[in-house]
C-alpha cells in the first residue's frame, strides 16, 4: 500500500485548504477498518499528531479542534483533512499515515502568511 497526500499550499491567515490523502494498493475491506490519521512537521520541530479516524470514529489534537475536520471516503480510499481558519503556527508539513499498513505519505507542504 502506498499513500499519495495532497491539498497543500499558500493561503492567509483565516484561509482554508483541504488535504486528501490516497491509498493505492489497498483492500476494500481492509482499508475500511484501517486507523488513518494526519500529522504534521513544522521546521525544527518534531512530527506531531494532528487528527486521525476509524471507523467512524474521531480524534483530534487540542490545537486544531474546531478548526479541522477529518473525514473518509473507503469506496475511494481516501482521507481528507478539512482545515479552517488557519494559523501561522499551521505552517508545517502534513503526512497521512495508515496505522494498519503502517506506511507514511510523502508529505505536503502547508504555508500560512500573515
Known amino acids: 500500500v502506498q499513500l499519495q497526500a495532497s491539498g497543500g499550499g499558500s493561503v492567509q491567515v483565516g484561509g482554508s485548504l483541504r488535504l486528501s490523502c490516497a491509498a493505492s494498493?489497498?483492500?476494500?475491506?481492509?482499508?475500511?477498518?484501517?486507523?488513518m490519521g494526519w500529522y504534521r512537521q513544522a521546521p525544527g520541530k518534531e512530527r506531531e499528531f494532528v487528527a486521525d479516524?476509524?471507523?467512524?470514529?474521531?480524534n483530534y489534537a487540542d490545537f486544531v479542534k474546531g478548526r479541522f475536520t477529518i473525514s473518509r471516503d473507503n469506496v475511494k480510499r481516501r482521507v481528507y483533512l478539512q482545515m479552517n481558519d488557519l494559523k501561522p503556527e499551521d505552517t508545517a508539513v502534513y503526512y497521512c499515515?495508515?496505522?494498519?499498513?503502517?506506511?507514511w505519505g510523502q508529505g505536503t507542504q502547508v504555508t500560512v502568511s500573515s
Open positions: 499515515r495508515s496505522a494498519g499498513y503502517n506506511v
Open positions: 479516524i476509524e471507523s467512524g470514529a474521531t
Open positions: 494498493g489497498a483492500i476494500l475491506s481492509v482499508f475500511s477498518l484501517n486507523s
